[in-house]
């Protein structure tokens, strides 16, 4: 059976003396050309033999990236664990004879669902034992399952045999790979910005999956050891260096702030940092804002290490930036409406087209600048109070936002007011926000310094050391008294 001429032929055959003419019917001619082509290379003999080939080379090369991308995973996680129980025996024997560890076998479901038994240390409750577990030593044996191909290096927790139900769509795909040692979720709750759940955590990672993002969470790994565990029995309120600060971890803290806005009472909420903290130090007007406040959150690695100093661990790092989203989302679709103060003219614009974009429920009652003259001062406010809104964000820096909330949240008429610090420059896209991986090791700050070093290197390279040494202060105090 003939079937469409060959494109060649056909463009001979399809203007037979019509050269001249070849411009005037050039757009015909293209369409008719392609639609050949098309035929040709769908139905005729050579086409098909050509696309069959065509797939098998893509296939086999897909094939290939993808089982040597397994197989070189597999010799990192085979070189690196036999190193590292090599490297790390001493740390094993002495973990054994001297502070009297023994072998432990736990039950655990492996990829696929295949049972198998994680190895670790079991230790006594001494001061030994105590030290090698915090630092994560007891979980070494595990590196044995890695060269036994029962775990990996880095995948999500081995999960307990029931624990999680294979029929859970998002948890089901944990075990399409390995189990690791060294799990991203492990990594955020130990940086304190565990928000989501663990089946989330776990998804992401499988579905971002590759050898440089594992190398990436195999060298996270040290820092989020060093953080220590997530908080187990923590205070609701805890004391840090003067400031009264209300232990909640990010959900909660949504739904803190969602009661206040329900509220009789007007309500004040605040972010403290390491920051914060040095200029409360010497402000008292600030350290009594802070203090009076109805909600005081922690926010950043800073706290985080000062509450582990100083014996009350901080449940999680709760900040404006990812708090924001979380607020946007809860209060989406009622008639509670935001009102946006601060920042440079146009930003809190871009704010408001942001929230457009990503939350379009929520209502932005009305926006405006953080540059006003103290002359304009009593319009913004008038501003605020018509707008109807029950909630504002400004975003003058600290300690001037918090210090304007508590002169004038009565006179604005919203329900909560918080101060949210350079958050509109994030949301407006003028300022990039630092990437996961940063943040995961607690570095969010050092990006920030990168950004503006001018402005910032005193904040955190003075302000850092500053916070640190008081803190250790009063832990001696603590200790003395
Ligand atoms: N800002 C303002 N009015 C001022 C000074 C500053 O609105 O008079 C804004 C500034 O444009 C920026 C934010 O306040 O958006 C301060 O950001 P910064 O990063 O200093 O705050 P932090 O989070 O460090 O407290």
């Known amino acids: 059976m003939p079937g469409p001429p060959r494109p060649n032929e056909t463009a001979d055959a399809a203007t037979p003396g019509k050269a001249d003419n070849a411009s005037a019917d050039g757009a015909t001619r293209f369409h008719q050309d392609t639609l050949e082509q098309d035929l040709y290379r769908r139905f005729s ?5 050509n696309q069959r080939v065509r797939r098998f080379y893509s296939s ?30 001493p740390v094993l024997v002495m973990a054994m004879h001297l502070a009297g560890g023994k072998w432990k076998r736990t039950s655990r479901v492996g990829r696929w669902c295949e049972p198998f038994d994680q190895l670790s240390l079991a230790l006594p409750k001494g001061a030994l034992g105590r030290v090698i577990s ?21 995948g999500p ?6 624990e999680l139900s294979p029929q859970q769509r998002l948890a089901r795909r944990r075990y399409d790979v390995r189990p690791g040692l060294i799990s991203p979720w492990w990594i955020r709750q130990r940086a304190n910005i565990a928000y989501g759940s663990e089946a989330e955590s776990d998804a992401e990672y499988i579905e971002s999956q590759s050898l440089r993002g594992d190398i990436g969470l195999m060298l996270r790994a040290a820092p989020a050891a060093l953080f220590g565990g997530p908080a187990g029995a923590a205070a609701d309120v805890v004391k840090l260096l003067g400031l009264r600060v209300d232990n909640l971890t990010m959900s909660e803290a949504v739904e803190s702030i969602l009661a206040l806005m329900d509220s009789e009472q007007r309500s004040q909420v605040a ?4 920051d914060c903290a040095n200029i409360a130090f010497r402000n008292h007007d600030y350290r009594s804002v802070l203090n009076d406040a109805r909600l005081t959150l922690a926010d ?30 809860a209060i989406e679709g009622t008639d509670r409406g935001i009102f946006l103060l601060g920042a440079r003219p146009g930003i809190a614009e871009a704010v408001r087209e942001w929230i457009g974009q990503n939350h379009p429920g929520v209502l932005v009652k009305g926006i405006h600048h953080g540059y006003f003259t103290p002359e304009e001062e009593p319009e913004v406010i008038r501003k605020i109070a018509q707008s109807g809104a029950s909630l504002l964000l400004v975003a003058f820096g600290a300690p001037r936002q918090d210090l304007w909330v508590g002169e004038h949240l009565g006179e604005t008429g919203v329900k909560v007011a918080m101060g949210v610090g350079g958050l509109f420059d994030f949301y407006s896209g003028r300022m990039p926000r630092a990437p996961l991986w940063m943040r995961e090791i607690g570095m969010e700050w ?26 250790i202060r009063e832990r001696l105090r603590s200790q003395h008294s």
């Open 446 to 471: 050092f990006y920030r310094f990168l950004q503006e070093p001018g402005r910032m290197w005193k904040r955190y390279f003075v302000g850092n050391a500053v916070f640190l040494y008081r803190v």
């Open 300 to 329: 950043g690695i800073g706290m985080k290490l000062a509450g582990k100093l100083l014996g009350c661990e901080i449940r999680q790092n709760v900040n404006g930036t990812d708090l924001f989203p979380r607020l946007c989302a």
């Open 134 to 154: 915090a630092t994560g030593f007891d979980r070494l044996p595990a590196l044995v399952n890695v060269l036994r191909g029962e775990m990996s290096l880095v």
């Open 60 to 89: 086999a090369s897909w094939h290939l990236v993808v089982q040597t991308s397994r197989l070189l995973r597999r010799a990192l996680d085979v070189m690196v664990s036999a190193l590292a129980l090599i490297v790390l025996s």
């Open 45 to 49: 003999r050579k086409g098909i033999r």
């Open 271 to 274: 972010f403290v940092n390491a």
């Open 157 to 162: 927790r081995a999960a307990a045999p029931g």
